[in-house]
Nanobody, 132 residues
Framework: QVQLVESGGGSVQAGGSLRLSCAAS????????MGWFRQAPGKEREGVAAIYTGSGATYYADSVKGRFTISQDNGKNTLYLQMNNVKPEDTAMYYC?????????????????????????WGQGTQVTVSS
């Protein structure tokens, strides 16, 4: 079992920055695919970014490439999402998630796009609101 607790959400103006954190506890000694997802009101949940703790390989949704950066601090068992140049469409509840094993099992990249599969463990979420 892995427990995940997000923090760092809040309100920010368009063009600003925000950093989300996710503290992991439990069976964190294994290698996981750690990810950030988001869900806006009335919309489906979507994958934002992921990182494989074993190699540091990263994956991003097209909508956040060049603006968001996912990173990890293995010593602190903490995952981060640095959000720069945020836009009103980034407003959503952001969730931290973990899946045992490499990211290529749950982040499926094809010629037509990226498919984000369900992860095993989820946090409670942190709200991000971007005003124009």
């Amino acid at each position: 079992q892995v427990q995940l607790v997000e923090s760092g959400g809040g309100s920010v103006q368009a063009g600003g920055s925000l950093r989300l954190s996710c503290a992991a506890s439990g069976k964190t000694y294994s290698s996981y695919c750690m990810g950030w997802f988001r869900q806006a009101p009335g919309k489906e949940r979507e994958g934002v970014a992921a990182i494989y703790t074993g190699s540091g390989a990263t994956y991003y949704a097209d909508s956040v490439k060049g603006r968001f950066t996912i990173s990890q601090d293995n010593g602190k068992n903490t995952l981060y999402l640095q959000m720069n140049n945020v836009k009103p469409e980034d407003t959503a509840m952001y969730y931290c998630a973990a899946n045992l094993g490499n990211c290529y099992h749950v982040v499926i990249i094809t010629a037509t796009g990226t498919s984000w599969q369900n992860f095993d463990y989820w946090g409670q979420g942190t709200q991000v609101t971007v005003s124009s």
